[in-house]
């Protein structure tokens, strides 16, 4: 091997007798050409060349800009499909995902560009088709926000990677998603209503909905382990998710797990529920898709008995999740402060919490109401 001052060049004595080179990079670890070559003047002219990099301090290692030169090589499609590949996500999430690389840029002109190329021009022109095929279903106008904050996050990480000088995604209010509708918000009485027209099984879980505005994922995932002996408290330990009709057991939104206190009205009927019609051993299920079973309630099943029950309750419009929203508002009118209603409800940030303490806010006659209530029948 001949010895220089910056790195070392060598010939292979058996097979081909190519040379090959070495040196111990800036950071302190051994890197070798990425080829071999003919003549031991390549292989040192190689050497020079990556001395000269460290000297103008533009010096990468040779595999990350070798993978960066391949990258630049990618398409926009090439490019997102290798993201979603690449991340470590939910079941849900990376179906969703997957849909909106296969629907949305798979097949666009944007996705067939080289992904270091990409202007804002170019993502204007996309945007604009998409919206153009906006679907006739009403969230199809949050649908593409989702889609397009997407795409948002893949350039950015396109930026990290230095393939872009910036993020050609820088379309106004695109990734914002505007409410299409009223969330319909019950009122207690109605609450109890729809707990009395489901299937006695279940007639717990419109309660737990709204009085600790748990999500339905939640809801579906509760098991006797989750339950306090007397009923006081519920810890969210995990939610179950269905992609492609498939349930999915997995972690809480935002991984995290959160504990809460129970109304006491409710508390007997959850340690009655518990006795009676959970499932058998400590991770027994609280709604089963079978007495005593140990599958989670199917999506299916559960929107049958659901708008069985509405329907005979007179609020054919309401979703489960406006149960959840119900128990929000509630918790804002007995004055529960922001961060007390950030870890009721289990958000990342404040917010939510906000709109519900606007929503109680709004709601100050009702609560007048409730008072007076209260007074008489001191």
């Known amino acids: 091997m001949a010895k220089r001052r910056f790195g070392n060049v060598r010939q292979l004595k058996h097979g081909s007798g190519r040379w090959q080179a070495r040196y111990l990079g800036p950071d302190m670890r051994e890197h070798r050409g990425p080829r071999t070559w003919k003549s031991e003047d390549d292989a040192i002219g190689w050497l020079r060349s990556e001395e000269r990099l460290i000297e103008l301090d533009m010096w990468r290692a040779p595999e990350e800009r070798e993978g960066a030169e391949q990258a630049r090589a990618m398409s926009v499609a090439e490019y997102s499909a290798r993201w979603i590949e690449q991340r470590s996500l939910k079941p ?22 080289l992904v270091g190329t990409v202007e804002l021009a170019d993502v204007r022109g996309w945007y604009a088709e998409l919206q153009a095929n906006l679907p006739s279903m009403s969230d199809g106008t949050t649908r593409n926000a989702r889609v ?44 109890t209503r729809l707990s009395a027209a489901m299937p006695e099984r279940l007639a717990l879980l419109p309660l737990i909905a709204a009085w600790c505005a748990l999500r339905r994922g939640e809801l579906l995932g509760l098991r006797r382990c989750d339950i306090a002996s ?149």
């Not at 849900?92 to 560009?113: C, E, F, K, V």
């Not at 396109?158 to 379309?171: G, M």
Request: charged letters at 25%; proline letters at 4%.
């Open 92 to 113: 849900s999430t990376r179906s969703q995902y997957s849909s909106y690389h296969r629907n949305h840029i798979a097949d666009s002109r944007l996705g067939a560009m």
């Open 230 to 378: 007397d009923g006081s408290t519920i810890t969210v330990r995990q939610a179950v998710t269905f992609v492609d009709r498939e349930a999915v057991v997995g972690s809480p939104k935002n991984d995290r797990q959160r504990t809460v206190t129970v109304p006491p009205h409710i508390r007997e009927l959850i340690t009655e529920h518990v006795r009676v019609h959970a499932s058998p051993g400590r991770q027994g299920l609280l709604f089963a898709r079978r007495p005593g079973g140990s599958d989670v309630l199917t999506d299916g099943q559960l929107r049958h008995y659901w708008e069985s029950a509405r329907k005979a309750v007179g609020v054919e419009h309401l979703r489960i999740h406006g149960l959840r929203h119900a128990g929000s508002v509630w918790a804002a009118s007995a004055g529960a402060t922001v961060p007390e209603l950030q870890q009721r409800l289990g958000h990342e940030s404040s917010a939510a919490a906000l709109r519900y303490m606007h929503a109680a806010n709004g709601a100050d006659a009702a609560i007048a109401d409730r008072l007076s209530a209260i007074a008489e029948g001191l």
């Open 148 to 191: 397009y904050a997407y795409l948002r996050t893949v350039l950015a990480s396109a930026v990290d990677d230095k393939l872009l000088v910036e993020n050609p995604c820088r379309i106004r209010g695109a990734g914002a998603t505007k409410r299409q509708r009223a969330i319909d918000v019950p009122t207690p009485a109605e609450v």
